[in-house]
């Protein structure tokens, strides 16, 4: 449910067999294995993660904002169908909470008002903007992923 999920689809431009689905989640998998995600389970052409809060990870980790994500790979009739789901609960938790206690703090609730919009509503934006960008990047990367079985059958 919009803003605590947020879901893009794209239609992929080259023909996928159905040879390609499997090589296609292992690279989705693999890069979300880079960027630190957590339980990634494939089931057919599905792939879902999950993503802790804390843990050792810098602060610019793409995947700390989201609780968990989801892949799907479909066949819509005539072409594939990548969509990419993402969940991101705890950015508004986190920040709902800090912002009554800066509230409470500073004993003015527009203080509070002005940190949770500050603090949560643009972290949210660059999280979406973020997600956007490696969504784009795997949808290129697949896309090669289909022109590299093109030139080497």
Known sequence: MFPLSV????KLKKKVLDSDV???MKSIKEDI???SGEEIVIEGSTLTYKSRFGGIRMSYNILKTVEKGIFQLN???TMYKLTYEF???RIFLLAFISSIVFGIITKKA??????FVVLGLFNWLITIIRHRMMFRDMVSDIEDIILERKRNP
């Open 75 to 77: 066949f819509d009739g």
């Open 87 to 89: 969940f991101m609960y």
């Open 33 to 35: 294995e880079e960027k």
């Open 7 to 10: 879901k893009y689809s794209v």
């Open 110 to 115: 527009l203080d509070g008002l002005i940190f």
């Open 22 to 24: 499997e090589r296609i």
